[in-house]
């Protein structure tokens, strides 16, 4: 028997919404492999030829009303070898793309959270990602498709258009250059970078300076070389020894302190509107190596620099202390 949308009692709302999200899309009931797994090729293929005959057949009717329709009638008839390849070549490209929305569906169903909003995605957003995401063939690349999908359920307006003509146009190569700078980037989307010159400040990293000229063309990093992240002091304590900030790497709270954290300036690298979205995919990974040069980096300009540690109290909450050096 087959799979319904209607046929939906039962399970989790989130996987509710992405049914009924992916099923719009591609005009048919979208079977996640979690829910249904066995899939009936041939009868699939014979949806597959009516759906391509029924194109055919109007795009046979709006040919009809130029002069050409004459010419490729004289050219069907003279080769039918011609005309059978093409509705091949057709049918083909209809499943390939079927396959990578279902397996991009598939991966959304495992990022999916406990609970989603019940606010509708954009008609436009949904043409959109549905319209890209049927010529993603890479499996790693269809991971991060499907993320993109789960978070876009989850909140919409999460990933703007942008974004997604970004993530049409990046590579392997590119996403995992991406996946090196967000092991080195502040959550809010910047790499503080340990040094003056790029072309060797991160190059230990994984990242040289063309690397950064390809995330830049890829549109997930801004131009400049000689970017500086401000930090404007806007109240400072009667002791400005005690002036401090708190960055956020990975899951590691850094704070800097002393006189010259007042209005720093840090060499930085900025993401993207669509570098910071896609940012929030990537796991959260401390990079040590990079954080003890940064601590370093710091230091030497006057800074004091420490990392948090939660420290267990007695009424089994935590107090976050600053006494070890980055």
Known sequence: MGFEVKDLAGLAQPLTKLIEVVSDAIGSAYRPKAVEREADAKAYEFKALARAKAEAEAEAKYIALSSNIKRIDALVQARPELAERARQRLLVREIEGQLNIEAIADEASK??????????????????????????????LQVLWGKVLAGELSSPGAFGLRTLDTLRQLSRDEAELFRRACSLAMVDGWIAVPGHDLNVALKEFGLEYGDLMTLRDAGLLMDGDHISKDFRATDIPVDPVKYSRVLFNNNILIRVSGPAAINMQVH????????????????RNENRPYLAKLGMHLRARGLVVKRGSPTPQSDGTSILDFETDL
């Open 111 to 140: 990022a999916l959270p406990q609970n989603v909003s019940d606010e509708p995605i954009s008609a436009d957003w949904r043409r959109k990602f549905f319209l890209e995401a049927e010529n993603v063939c890479e499996a790693d």
């Open 268 to 283: 930085s690298l900025i993401f993207t509107r669509s570098g910071r979205e896609l940012q929030q995919l990537i796991e």
